[in-house]
């Protein structure tokens, strides 16, 4: 297959303001390629994509980023600013398509779901949220109505905030091994990963901490000053030790060295893509059954579930997280959620997608 990917209107590849997204496109990329498929990206200019995907040419876009859905109200209306950078890549995106089998977006918004209504060539979109707007969650009932293969989804739990698509097409997700270390470091300190705004929850996470005595240190992107200094005010201070966004090679590294990764998400988080990167390492994850986390994570074997928003049945299952034996972690990744099986998963909706339009 030709696959021309749109990436997230929400910050350059490698900004951290896409969040999962980034590591998800670039594994997709990796996979596809290693299966024999060409793979083109457009993205904001700046995005760099792995080292290992030079194979896949990347088209740049310049334009105002998106506002993030899941930071708006749930009944906002679409905007769509001057000079839109998700225009500006759909068009690109649409150029180069006139020679491809297929447009692939990955973009969480309203314009590129509704072209899917008005277009010849198959656009196929991986929805990468949980139910963050009306107005695109009927627009998705409105498309699958007519296009109802056009839609993959990361996790049951994600794909239950769409009741109306009758058998999903869940398509998990894929990590390359060969960038995660397994450490078997037992006694480490405790980790919380993630981007710094209210759906991610680390109020929970630096309580447990704080209730050992212990300092939490979290990895990520501060994408809302105000929410990560209400959190440091209401506790001790040094309860947290900020360690900023790293690479991927540098977090795995760090985050190793870790025993346990806490996992908070106050929304109906679509998988965890750091739940999946700490298990890579060797790292038990408690995490609340909620969403994708709870799908991934085995109760008693690769790390604890707790009762959602429930601090003092975390810090319970954090207590006894050395029971969990971190090899079993790792090899869960290895069966469940590489590269490879994660492009089979794709490629297998993508040609059903493809037949749809014959
Ligand atoms: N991440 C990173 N460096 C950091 C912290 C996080 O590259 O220091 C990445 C991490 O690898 C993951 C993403 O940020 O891919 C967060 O994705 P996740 O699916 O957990 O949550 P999202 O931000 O998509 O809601």
């Known amino acids: 297959m030709r696959i021309v990917l749109i990436s997230t209107p929400i910050g350059f590849l490698g900004s951290g303001k896409g969040g999962g997204v980034e590591l998800t496109l670039n594994s997709l990329v990796s996979g596809l390629i290693a299966l024999g498929h060409s793979v083109e990206v457009v993205a904001p200019k700046n995005s760099k994509l792995h080292e290992s995907n030079v194979k896949a040419k990347l088209h740049f876009v310049e334009g105002e980023d998106q506002i993030s859905w899941q930071h708006q109200n749930y009944n906002s209306h679409v905007s769509i600013p001057d000079n839109s950078l998700l225009a500006g890549m759909l068009e690109k995106g649409l150029d180069i398509a006139k020679h491809s089998d297929l447009l692939l977006n990955m973009s969480y918004d309203w314009l590129p779901i509704w072209m899917t209504l008005n277009l010849e060539i198959p656009i196929a979109h991986i929805i990468s949220m949980g139910s963050e707007s009306l107005v695109i969650r009927n627009l998705i009932s409105k498309v699958y109505a007519k296009y109802p293969n056009n839609f993959a989804f990361h996790s049951k739990m994600q794909a239950n905030d769409y009741p109306f698509i009758k058998k999903p097409t869940i398509i998990g997700n894929g990590f390359n091994l060969d960038n995660y270390i397994f450490q078997d470091s037992v006694k480490g300190p405790l980790a919380w990963v993630g981007r710094v705004a209210p759906e991610k929850g680390l109020e929970d996470a630096v309580y447990v901490a704080n209730e050992l005595g212990e300092k ?10 105000m929410y990560a200094s209400k959190i440091e005010k209401s506790f001790p201070q040094g309860a947290i030790d900020w360690m900023g966004f790293l690479s991927t090679d540098q977090l795995q590294k760090e985050l190793g060295k870790c025993r346990g990764l806490i996992n908070t998400p106050k929304w109906n988080e679509a998988y965890g893509n750091v739940v999946v990167e700490a298990l890579a390492c060797g790292v038990p994850v408690i995490a609340y059954k909620r969403g994708g986390p709870s799908e991934i ?26 029971k969990i034996k971190r090899k079993k972690c790792r090899e869960w990744v290895e069966r469940n959620a590489s590269v490879d099986i994660f492009a089979y998963k794709v490629v297998n909706w993508l040609n059903k997608v493809i037949i749809e339009y014959k």
Do not use: F, R
Request: charged letters at 30%.
């Open 216 to 225: 939490l240190k979290v990895w990520g992107l501060i994408e809302d000053d």
């Open 297 to 322: 994570i085995q109760h008693g074997q690769t790390g604890y579930l707790a009762e959602p928003d429930d601090k003092k049945n975390l810090l319970y299952y954090v207590e006894i997280i050395e």
